[in-house]
């Protein structure tokens, strides 16, 4: 009579053993493989920029451009007690400003927010030999560096430096033509400006 009772509950707990087995063991829910392989998406992460995909930052000061007059530049010079004596001489005889000063590029080797200012000094024939840069500050122009030469072109380098090209005359070249061109390159250091290459060419 017991082993009719223990029957059935064997058979029953039998096949419940059955039913809950696979070829791989037991089953777990939840732990399926995936039937098509996950594939990375297309779309860029919207949290990360390479190199090449960021914006420059905006600068937290703008860059307010100042103006000045030559006058103002002359004036801010004759005061400059370290001026050079020969162009002191110059400036202080200078009464029509347009015949010895005239405005050359406007630059930031400084990178700050107000730009700088080259300033070529030169004769009344339009003889340039000398240039000087001048920062621009809200009470007025400063000067923070010059240079004497002859036939002087001053402009913007690639790298954020003054690249100056003169002319060396020989004794025996004409007014108009020096036979040797220097280029020499300026840079702001963070206090001051020095000369970090300089080469001679020859002409033809």
């Known amino acids: 009579m017991r082993a009719r009772q223990l029957l059935p509950i064997a058979?029953?707990?039998?096949?419940?053993?059955?039913?809950?087995?696979?070829?791989?063991?037991?089953?777990?829910?939840?732990a399926e493989v995936p039937s098509t392989p996950a594939t990375p998406s297309d779309k860029p992460s919207t949290n990360f920029a390479?190199?090449?995909?960021?914006?420059?930052?905006?600068?937290?000061?703008?860059?307010?451009?100042?103006?000045?007059?030559?006058?103002?530049?002359r004036l801010s010079l004759l005061a400059d007690k370290n001026l050079e004596g020969f162009f002191r001489v110059v400036l202080a005889k200078c009464t029509v400003i347009d015949r010895c000063l005239s405005r050359g590029p406007t630059v930031n080797v400084m990178?700050?927010?107000?730009?700088?200012?080259?300033v070529?000094?030169?004769?009344?024939?339009s003889f340039v030999y000398g240039a000087v840069l001048m920062e621009l500050e809200p009470s007025g122009p400063r000067r923070i560096w010059g240079v004497k030469a002859d036939k002087l072109k001053v402009n913007p380098g690639?790298?954020?430096?003054?690249?100056?090209?003169?002319?060396?005359?020989?004794g025996d070249d004409p007014v108009c033509c020096p036979s040797v061109t220097r280029v020499e390159v300026?840079?702001?250091?963070?206090?001051?400006?020095?000369k970090v290459s300089s080469r001679d060419q020859k002409g033809d």
């Not at 058979?11 to 087995?21: E, P, Q, R």
């Open 50 to 73: 390479g190199p090449d995909q960021r914006k420059p930052a905006t600068p937290t000061t703008p860059v307010t451009p100042v103006t000045v007059s030559l006058a103002q530049v």
């Open 158 to 170: 690639q790298q954020g430096d003054l690249v100056v090209e003169s002319g060396i005359f020989q």
């Open 186 to 194: 300026y840079r702001w250091n963070g206090r001051q400006m020095i």
């Open 120 to 125: 070529m000094i030169h004769t009344v024939d």
């Open 11 to 30: 058979l029953v707990a039998l096949l419940a053993l059955t039913g809950c087995a696979n070829s791989g063991g037991l089953r777990v829910e939840g």
């Open 111 to 118: 990178r700050s927010a107000a730009p700088q200012l080259v």
